[in-house]
């Protein structure tokens, strides 16, 4: 597969200006993971040439303990991703295509594997609530909730742009917000490859035996 390379400093401006609201058919602004797509390419993965250093973010898991990100995921391969339990279908689209794509996956490699999901949503993703929904998913994806700004912080920090909780015309809540998933090399540490939403599942059976070992799909 040839390798898709772009300045971070250029997703991370375009970050503030692309945005998909997650169940908002009406929306037509592109995720903010498409700006830098190879037109016709057709390739899942974005490799950076310049990686993102680990959002330092310290978090709730569903437990309701405290989950040091960078800590707990030293050293071992991750997947990042923002979004919010109650999306009719970016979000759980994206976690269900990555819980399948794992099932792949040597038993040591999945158990290796941590797959992070943020919500965008944290007043009404409590960890009780995040617990569940990602149990229907896969019981070993880790789900974080907390203060607002800390979160949307963090997500800025990898180019993600996430807008706070609000009603659109019709008064349902939606979170609007970024939709690419960022892997981190557990060699590094760094965000280096990014999938936008339009990653399948066969890209990520594909591309997570390469990922696990830090490695270039």
Not at 80 to 109: R, W
């Amino acid at each position: 597969m040839r390798k898709k390379t772009f300045a971070a400093a250029a997703l991370l401006a375009a970050a503030t200006l692309t945005l998909s609201a997650c169940g908002n058919g009406k929306d037509d602004k592109s995720p903010v993971s498409v700006v830098s797509e190879e037109s016709g390419s057709g390739k899942a993965a974005t490799v950076l040439d310049q990686p993102f250093d680990k959002p330092d973010l310290v978090l709730t898991d569903t437990h309701g303990k405290k989950y040091d990100l960078r800590k707990e995921t030293q050293g071992h391969p991750t997947l990042v991703y923002f979004g919010y339990t109650h999306c009719p279908d970016i979000c759980p689209t994206t976690m269900s295509n990555i819980a399948v794509a794992k099932k792949a996956l040597p038993k040591a490699e999945q158990d290796n594997l941590k797959v992070v999901f943020v919500t965008t949503d944290p007043g009404r993703d409590t960890p009780a609530e995040l617990g569940k929904w990602l149990k229907g998913i896969d019981p070993q994806f880790i789900g974080l909730t907390g203060n607002f700004a800390t979160i949307q912080a963090g997500a800025r920090s990898l180019g993600i742009s996430v807008e706070p909780t609000s009603k659109d015309k019709n008064g349902k809540l939606v979170s609007v917000h970024g939709t690419q998933v960022i892997a981190f090399s557990p060699k590094t540490n760094g965000g280096y490859v990014l999938y936008g939403e339009q990653a399948t599942v066969d890209d990520y059976t594909k591309d997570l035996p390469k990922l696990v070992q830090g490695a270039n799909p």
